[in-house]
C-alpha cells in the first residue's frame, strides 16, 4: 500500500517563497509520475506540475515560471519549490503519484493521494 505524505505549507505574504514535501512509502515501481494538486476554497481541484521517473516534468501555465517540481529517488520524495507566490495560489496542495506513465496524473486521475497541506497567501 502506497502513502503519500505531505508537508511544508504554510502562511506567506504576495511575493514569498514555500518549499514543500510529499514523502512516499511502501512504493515499489521501478517506473512512476509524481505530482502536486491544489484546490482552492469554492474551487474544482487543479493539476499544478509532475515529474515522472526520468525527470520530465509538466507545469500549469498559471505557475509556470515560478514552482519548480523536482525529486529525490534515494529518498522517495518529491517537492515543489513555490517562488513569487500570489494570493491566487492559496489553497490545500495534494500530493498524488501513480506508477508507470503519467496516464494518470495527466487526466487528473492519479491512483494515490496525500492529506494536503494547506498554503495560504495574504496580500
Known amino acids: 500500500q502506497v502513502h503519500l505524505v505531505e508537508s511544508g505549507g504554510g502562511s506567506v505574504q504576495a511575493g514569498g517563497s514555500l518549499r514543500l514535501s510529499c514523502v512516499a512509502s511502501?512504493?515499489?515501481?521501478?517506473?512512476?509520475?509524481r505530482g502536486w494538486f491544489r484546490q482552492a476554497p469554492g474551487k474544482e481541484r487543479e493539476r499544478v506540475a509532475y515529474?515522472?521517473?526520468?525527470?520530465?516534468?509538466n507545469y500549469a501555465e498559471a505557475v509556470k515560471g515560478r514552482f519548480t517540481i523536482s525529486q529525490d529517488n534515494a529518498k522517495n520524495t518529491h517537492y515543489l519549490q513555490m517562488n513569487n507566490l500570489k494570493p491566487e495560489d492559496t489553497g490545500m496542495y495534494y500530493c498524488?503519484?501513480?506508477?508507470?506513465?503519467?496516464?494518470?496524473?495527466?487526466?487528473?486521475?492519479?491512483?494515490?493521494w496525500g492529506q494536503g497541506t494547506q498554503v495560504t497567501v495574504s496580500e
Open positions: 498524488a503519484a501513480e506508477g508507470g506513465s503519467c496516464y494518470s496524473l495527466n487526466s487528473d486521475r492519479p491512483d494515490y
Open positions: 511502501g512504493y515499489t515501481y521501478t517506473r512512476w509520475c
Open positions: 515529474i515522472d521517473s526520468m525527470g520530465v516534468t
